[in-house]
């Protein structure tokens, strides 16, 4: 039987797979977003702030643009699992 490994979890369920993945994603499409806020925000660093936000934004471009209508996500089998 097939196994995903996400986050450290062992999961055998597919759909579980697929929704704990769409968690994962907008976890992470959410923090991206605060965090570029945030260093918006940031009056002492101006220029790091920019560089720093500006790298995040390349970083998930695909996943915090609202016009994709698929996201292409590569899974890393986990080799040490018997």
Same mark, same amino acid.
């Given at each position: 039987?097939?196994?995903?490994? +996400? ?7 597919? +759909?579980?797979?697929? $929704?704990? +993945? ?6 992470? &499409? ?13 009056? %002492?660093?101006?220029?790091? $702030? ?5 790298? %995040?934004? &390349? ?8 016009? $994709? ?14």
């Amino acid at each position: 039987m097939p196994y995903f490994v +996400l986050g450290g979890m062992l999961i055998e369920d597919e +759909l579980f797979l697929m $929704s704990a +993945l769409t968690n994962v994603i907008s976890d992470t &499409c959410d923090w991206a977003i605060d965090r570029i806020h945030f260093l918006s925000e940031d009056k %002492i660093d101006v220029i790091k $702030s920019i560089e720093d936000s500006h790298a %995040i934004h &390349c970083e998930f471009h695909e996943w915090l643009n609202p016009n $994709s209508e698929e996201l292409e996500i590569i899974s890393i089998p986990n080799q040490n699992m018997d």
